[in-house]
């Protein structure tokens, strides 16, 4: 209880181990978003949709790690670079 680093590393062990369902993407995104690994978690995340399309925690999820990721990623293409952006 409390370990999300443990959990994490559990997680995502037995998933490269034995594969994984959409719920096994699901709560390892949770864990590398609570542990700020906000590319990790939208990795997982997007395991997650691929399995099930449906899964809404997962698209939200996937919505607040890209949100949380590396600043000028998001920029829309054609949109000149302003003084925001520095």
């Known amino acids: 209880v ?5 959990a ?8 490269a181990r ?28 997007r395991g997650c949709l691929a399995i099930n399309d449906a899964e809404a925690r997962c698209r939200s999820g996937l919505r607040q790690a890209e949100a949380a990721g590396p600043k000028g990623k998001k920029r829309k293409a054609g949109r000149k670079k302003g003084k925001q952006d520095l």
């Open 2 to 6: 409390g370990d999300i680093e443990g």
């Open 8 to 15: 994490y590393s559990s997680v995502t062990r037995a998933r």
């Open 18 to 45: 034995y594969g994984g369902d959409h719920q096994t993407h699901a709560v390892a995104g949770m864990a590398a978003q609570e542990l700020g690994r906000a590319a990790e978690a939208a990795a997982h995340y």
